[in-house]
């Protein structure tokens, strides 16, 4: 969790915001995973989410749902990705990021989850489908290990997200759009106005922007509004077409190094 607290606090120091990168562990197969999170480093990612492929996904568009078929189809596991996790953390300090639905993490246990995932050198955990009731449990067990990040929506009351972001910890994640995940040729009329309001709510908890985001004028916009942005399906869908091949790692360094590019101009 460590990690990444400094690297938000960094960034704020130099006055520049966090690029984090989200591609599903597994994709094309693990050892790729290694390769393409280098590539993801190297052009500019602050942070990596590694997704956890499930077969029940309730937030993920096709594009991800694709990838998580494509790494469950090669007997991906969450006791694989951690394993795979201890190799990354071998070769960066990058903070690493689990995200992934609840059932996966409860049926490997909680206990056992929070262990394993901090001596591989995991920095937190996103769990989209866990109430803020219900993660009760998993948040007294992560206390000072991992971050356990909250999201938070553009229809949860001012009142809800203010107890939402004072129970989360590492970033709060806002979720630009109603819907599920996947990269749109436009976002919400209203949103940087919406990421003003919750800026003020999220206090000093560093709020992330993620859903839709996949172009560098959008990463522009958005990163004025917020400490972070995020984007997954862009970069999935590159690995999709390509795999880990030479020139798909080229295409994938491209386009971080475009978003790294426009959000340094902000």
């Given at each position: ?8 606090a960094?960034?704020k ?7 984090i990168t ?5 994709d ?18 602050d ?10 996904p309730?937030a993920d568009g096709p ?10 189809a090669r007997g ?7 394993a795979?996790?201890k190799?990354?953390r071998?070769?960066?300090e ?15 246990g ?6 394993d995932?901090?001596?591989?050198g ?9 109430p803020?009731e219900?993660s009760?449990?998993l948040?007294r067990?992560?206390a ?8 938070v929506?553009?229809?949860?009351p ?7 972001a ?6 709060l994640y806002?979720v630009t759009?109603?819907g599920i995940t996947?990269?749109?040729?436009a976002l919400?009329e ?12 999220a206090?000093d908890l560093?709020?992330?922007?993620g859903?839709?985001i996949s172009t560098?004028?959008?990463?522009r916009?958005?990163g004025?509004?917020?400490?972070a942005?995020?984007?997954?399906s862009?970069l999935?869908e590159?690995i ?8 798909g790692?080229e ?5 971080v190094?475009?978003l ?5 101009a902000?």
């Amino acid at each position: 969790m460590q990690r990444l607290k400094n690297s938000f606090a960094e960034l704020k120091k130099q006055g520049r915001k966090a690029l984090i990168t989200f591609i599903t562990a597994g994709d094309p197969d693990l050892d790729a995973t290694c390769d393409l999170v280098d590539t993801l480093v190297e052009a500019g990612a602050d942070i990596i989410e590694l997704g956890i492929p499930f077969s029940d996904p309730l937030a993920d568009g096709p594009t991800i749902q694709a990838a998580s078929t494509r790494a469950l189809a090669r007997g991906t596991t969450l006791k694989k990705i951690i394993a795979t996790v201890k190799k990354i953390r071998r070769r960066t300090e990058v903070p690493l990021v689990l995200m992934s639905y609840y059932n996966p993490l409860y049926h490997y246990g909680l206990e056992k989850l929070v262990r394993d995932a901090t001596e591989a050198g995991v920095d937190g955990l996103i769990v989209p489908d866990l109430p803020l009731e219900e993660s009760v449990e998993l948040r007294r067990l992560a206390a000072e290990k991992l971050a356990v990040i909250p999201l938070v929506a553009p229809t949860t009351p001012a009142s809800r997200l203010a107890e939402i972001a004072a129970a989360g910890s590492g970033f709060l994640y806002y979720v630009t759009v109603t819907g599920i995940t996947g990269a749109r040729t436009a976002l919400p009329e209203k949103l940087s106005h919406s990421l003003d309001q919750v800026k003020k709510i999220a206090g000093d908890l560093p709020l992330a922007a993620g859903f839709g985001i996949s172009t560098p004028e959008q990463a522009r916009t958005v990163g004025y509004h917020t400490d972070a942005i995020i984007v997954g399906s862009a970069l999935v869908e590159i690995i999709a077409r390509q795999g880990a091949s030479t020139t798909g790692r080229e295409e994938l360094s491209g386009r971080v190094k475009a978003l790294r590019q426009a959000l340094d101009a902000v």
